[in-house]
């Protein structure tokens, strides 16, 4: 599996957009880019995912840079109920999703 | 049913006995995982299951831990002599996996082991 890097904990002002980092220089071609969410106490939870292309759901936004090494999850207006640990997932076709700690993000009123 | 279901969903055990784990995974899909998530902590892989591949055993921490799955339906997790550094939740996750989808896992909410 491709490593992922992502900053322990970050903080986001309730109403802004929160921009959550993820390095993955060791990605290969046919590996795609998810990202999970785990709120406290419950199972996490499917945000978005992609290939190369940016993608936008209800949810996110997701930036991948051209030479795929590295991607930003976009959430666009941070609500309370964003603070959770987020996850970012590097896998393709057969492989297992293995997941590393994650980003603690906290929005802050 | 609509999604991953576990049970039990809390499981309170005495050290030295055995306990049984349950995951009902959505119909149709041919991974199944499963992970251990201690307090406060990030989520570990134990197994991973797909179709009639022989499973991904390496992430299980000793040999009293067990899983089964039979076909591509219901699965459960056996851990034996339990110790009190087994207690935390253990989730279960399925996907539609394939060797041309990549699709996203679906979490079961776990079942919460404590140890005594």
């Known amino acids: 599996d491709a490593k992922t890097t992502q900053p322990p904990s970050m903080d986001c002002a309730e109403g802004r957009a929160a921009n959550l980092p993820c390095n993955h220089s060791?990605?290969?071609?046919?590996?795609?880019v998810y990202w999970y969410r785990q709120i406290h106490s419950q199972g996490p939870q499917y945000i978005i995912h992609?290939?190369?292309n940016n993608e936008t759901n209800e949810m996110a936004s997701l930036i991948i840079t051209e030479d795929r090494k590295s991607s930003t999850l976009i959430l666009p207006h941070a609500t309370l109920r964003d603070t959770a640990v987020y996850y970012c997932?590097?896998?393709?076709?057969?492989?297992?999703?293995?997941f590393g700690i994650g980003t603690k993000l906290q929005v802050i009123p | 049913g609509a999604g991953v279901s576990q049970s039990p969903s809390n499981k309170v055990t005495e050290k030295g006995k055995d306990v049984e784990l349950r995951c009902d995974p959505i119909?149709?899909?041919?991974?199944l995982y499963w992970y251990r998530q201690r307090l406060g902590q990030g989520l570990e892989f134990l197994i991973y299951?797909?179709?009639?591949?022989?499973?991904?055993k390496s992430g299980l921490p000793s040999d009293r831990f067990s899983a089964e799955r039979t076909g591509e339906s219901v699965s459960t997790l056996t851990i034996q002599r339990t110790q009190q550094e087994d207690s935390a939740v253990y989730l279960c996750?399925?996907?539609?996996?394939?060797?041309?989808?990549?699709?996203?896992?679906?979490f079961g909410q776990g079942t919460r082991l404590t140890v005594v």
């Open positions: 992609g290939l190369k």
């Open positions: 997932i590097v896998r393709g076709g057969y492989q297992k999703v293995t």
């Open positions: 060791t990605i290969s071609g046919n590996e795609y």
């Open positions: 996750a399925s996907s539609p996996q394939g060797p041309i989808m990549n699709t996203e896992a679906f």
């Open positions: 119909s149709g899909h041919t991974a």
């Open positions: 299951f797909q179709g009639n591949s022989a499973p991904d």
